[in-house]
């Protein structure tokens, strides 16, 4: 069912009005907003030669913008009806037939290729044979190939293949998508920084989910803030893992975890008490 959006600005008595037939809702909403006739209606009101050239090449946007939903091959019809200083523009669309993807290669080389999540994704790719191509779904498999590459420590991975083949005359195409992933970080270090307050390093351990010599993963960094948030113990926390200035040649990160303590703690052991924290006379750096 075809649906039609109407758009009227009025400028000293002189309006324009947009009718555009033929889209589904979903391509509409999309379309509308980016179309020249829409974006710049206060220029083109100032001279009928300027509302005829937005009028031109609204029409070429239309073709245009109908491509990342699969419709290559759409054709528009268009009109102009000046009715005093009423001005009614129509463009009715035909999408004609949307380009089905008939192959799908995704491939992941250097240590990746071994990697078991790397293959889970393919397996799950928004990308599937005898589905409508469309630019959301291909920007979607190639972002999640470089985002997990990136969670899981594979800080040099980048696309080596990345192309779309249309056949125009036959609405299909083949889309090649190839990850080099490097090989896999490991941390190196993970410098301890304390504020206001001393914790003994083996209690801060304890909410810790990373370590030394274990391959990065950024889940595990996301978990160590959630549980020192948890603690209650901190108001100010950051882990930050130093990828700007790993070290490429040994495939490693170091990850800085700066804690701020918002008070000492002591806890009663036996009649006794045990603290866990001591007053800063001065701020250093250590390993956990």
Same mark, same amino acid.
């Given at each position: 069912?075809?649906?039609?959006?109407?758009?009227?600005?009025?400028?000293?008595?002189?309006?324009?009005?947009?009718?555009?037939?033929?889209?589904?809702?979903?391509?509409?909403?999309?379309?509308?907003?980016?179309?020249?006739?829409?974006?710049?209606?206060?220029?083109?009101?100032?001279?009928?030669?300027?509302?005829?050239?937005?009028?031109?090449?609204?029409?070429?946007?239309?073709?245009?913008?109908?491509?990342?939903?699969?419709?290559?091959?759409?054709?528009?019809?268009?009109?102009?009806?000046?009715?005093?200083?009423?001005?009614?523009?129509?463009?009715?669309?035909?999408?004609?037939?949307?380009?089905?993807?008939?192959?799908?290669?995704?491939?992941?080389?250097?240590?990746?290729?071994?990697?078991?999540? &790397?293959?889970?994704?393919?397996?799950?790719?928004?990308?599937?044979?005898?589905?409508?191509?469309?630019?959301?779904?291909?920007?979607?498999?190639?972002?999640?190939?470089?985002?997990?590459?990136?969670?899981?420590?594979?800080?040099?991975?980048?696309?080596?293949?990345?192309?779309?083949?249309?056949?125009?005359?036959?609405?299909?195409?083949?889309?090649?998508?190839?990850?080099?992933?490097?090989?896999?970080?490991?941390?190196?270090?993970?410098?301890?920084?304390?504020?206001?307050?001393?914790?003994?390093?083996? &209690?801060?351990?304890? &909410?810790?989910?990373?370590?030394?010599?274990?391959? &990065?993963?950024?889940?595990?960094?996301?978990?160590?803030?959630?549980?020192?948030?948890?603690?209650?113990?901190?108001?100010?926390?950051?882990?930050?893992?130093?990828?700007?200035?790993?070290?490429?040649?040994?495939?490693?990160?170091?990850?800085?975890?700066?804690?701020?303590?918002?008070?000492?703690?002591?806890?009663?052991?036996?009649?006794?008490?045990?603290?866990?924290?001591?007053?800063?006379?001065?701020?250093?750096?250590?390993?956990?």
């Amino acid at each position: 069912m075809a649906d039609t959006i109407q758009n009227d600005t009025k400028k000293d008595a002189i309006s324009i009005q947009v009718d555009v037939q033929g889209l589904p809702k979903e391509i509409l909403e999309g379309v509308m907003p980016l179309l020249s006739i829409i974006k710049y209606q206060n220029y083109a009101k100032e001279s009928p030669s300027r509302l005829y050239l937005m009028y031109g090449e609204s029409k070429k946007e239309i073709l245009e913008l109908v491509e990342p939903y699969g419709y290559f091959n759409a054709t528009v019809q268009s009109e102009i009806q000046p009715d005093g200083k009423n001005w009614n523009i129509s463009y009715q669309v035909t999408l004609g037939k949307p380009v089905i993807i008939n192959l799908v290669q995704i491939a992941i080389q250097g240590q990746g290729q071994y990697d078991a999540k &790397f293959s889970e994704i393919i397996q799950n790719s928004s990308l599937r044979e005898d589905d409508i191509l469309t630019q959301k779904n291909y920007n979607d498999a190639k972002n999640t190939l470089l985002n997990t590459a990136s969670v899981y420590g594979y800080f040099d991975a980048h696309l080596i293949k990345n192309e779309i083949q249309i056949n125009r005359y036959n609405n299909t195409a083949k889309i090649y998508l190839t990850l080099n992933s490097g090989d896999q970080y490991h941390i190196s270090n993970i410098h301890l920084q304390q504020k206001q307050y001393d914790f003994y390093p083996n &209690f801060i351990r304890k &909410f810790i989910d990373i370590d030394e010599k274990q391959a &990065f993963n950024a889940n595990k960094v996301q978990s160590t803030i959630s549980n020192l948030q948890t603690s209650s113990y901190f108001t100010d926390i950051r882990v930050i893992p130093q990828i700007n200035n790993r070290d490429k040649k040994n495939k490693t990160v170091d990850v800085d975890v700066d804690l701020t303590a918002s008070k000492p703690v002591t806890y009663a052991v036996g009649g006794g008490s045990v603290s866990y924290t001591h007053l800063r006379a001065h701020e250093t750096g250590r390993n956990l």
